[in-house]
Structures are given as structure tokens and as C-alpha cells.
């Protein structure tokens, strides 16, 4: 079964960027869905982007914000963040769709504070 390991999360200011990883220990080039979840502290997991074929859908609080990007090369997946702010503090999730299953990574903080 496809594991994903979430990297590169942290503290960071008010207006900062930040970008996430997450790696696949096989092959996603195959996936029919890539994406990035959230989930802020004591509220629900929130869809953050979405790429699914040739469409990519973000959610509309980070729209112009965050970028998802694919690197089937290397089986990973990128959240490119700018401009954060305090709201965009949660753990981010990835997960990849496919057809043996969903695979889910673990989990990585990211804390937006001044």
C-alpha cells in the first residue's frame, strides 16, 4: 500500500511562504486525484487544492494564495504557500486517489503567528 510522508511544515509570520512536500513511497502517476486537506484547530478537515486530471481546484479561502504541483518524477506532491495568514494555521494532510485504494499522509503542523 502507497504511503505519504508530509514534510515541511513550521512556524512561520503573518505574509510569509511556506512549502509543503509529500512523498509517495511508489509510483502517483497513476492517481486520479492529488490533494491537500487542512484541518485548523478545533474545526473540520477543509479541502485546500485539488488536481485531478487536467482540472485543479482550490478552496476559495487560499485561492491566489496557494499553488498544488505535481512532480511525478520524484512521486511527490507540493502545497506552495505565500502570503499566509493566522487562519491558514492547521495540520495539512495529503492524500492521493487511487485505484487500489486512497492513501493518506500523516499530518504536518503549520502554525501562522506573529
Known amino acids: 500500500q502507497v504511503q505519504l510522508v508530509e514534510s515541511g511544515g513550521g512556524s512561520v509570520q503573518p505574509g510569509e511562504s511556506l512549502t509543503l512536500s509529500c512523498v509517495a513511497t511508489e509510483s502517483i502517476s497513476s492517481a486520479y486525484a492529488l490533494s491537500w486537506f487542512r484541518q485548523p484547530p478545533g474545526k473540520r478537515r477543509e479541502l485546500v487544492a485539488v488536481?485531478?486530471?487536467?482540472?485543479?481546484n482550490y478552496g476559495d479561502s487560499v485561492k491566489g494564495r496557494f499553488t498544488i504541483v505535481r512532480a511525478d518524477e520524484k512521486n511527490t506532491i507540493h502545497l506552495q504557500m505565500t502570503d499566509l495568514k493566522p487562519e491558514d494555521t492547521a495540520v495539512y494532510v495529503c492524500?492521493?486517489?487511487?485505484?487500489?485504494?486512497?492513501?493518506w499522509g500523516q499530518g504536518i503542523q503549520v502554525t501562522v503567528s506573529s
Open positions: 492524500h492521493a486517489g487511487l485505484a487500489a485504494g486512497d492513501a
Open positions: 488536481m485531478s486530471s487536467n482540472t485543479v
